[in-house]
């Protein structure tokens, strides 16, 4: 079930910072809270693969094309970020790039097409590379592709 499907309130990231460049992201339109360490971002609505409530997180991103790439890096950890798991569920999701809010699928990149972007990625945000040297699991990528 997608998320704009739901009703009721969307639940913003446990992480307090995450949530307040969230809030400020939504509560502006777009306008403001739109970067992080001078990194585009977007917000992602997921639907929990458990509670099955709509979720919302701030996410860097890169472009491919049309599509918006995201990285799921969780900071170099050993476990992949829980909105990951969540479009591993449900890959029907709503994004907010800026001042645009749309539906959009998600889709994890196989090897190949992540060695064709992964250096793009890395361009726009060199910790990536830092942090897939850090961990034993292969950092997945993500297309968005709006529906």
Known sequence: ????????????????????QAELYESSGGTKGTTQLGVPCLLLDCVGRRSGAVRRTVLMY????DDYLIVGS?????????W????????????????ERFPA????????EKA??????????PRYAQYQEGTGRDIPVVRLRRR
């Open 62 to 65: 890169g472009r491919d094309g």
């Open 116 to 125: 064709r972007v992964w250096p793009h990625l890395v361009e726009v945000f």
């Open 1 to 20: 079930m997608a998320a704009e499907q739901h009703d009721g309130p969307v639940q913003l990231s446990p992480t307090n910072w995450v949530a307040r």
């Open 74 to 82: 969780n900071g170099g950890s050993d476990s992949h970020p829980l």
């Open 84 to 99: 990951y798991l969540n479009l591993l569920s449900e890959p029907a999701v709503e994004l907010r790039v800026g001042t």
């Open 105 to 112: 699928l998600a889709e994890t990149l196989t090897p190949e």
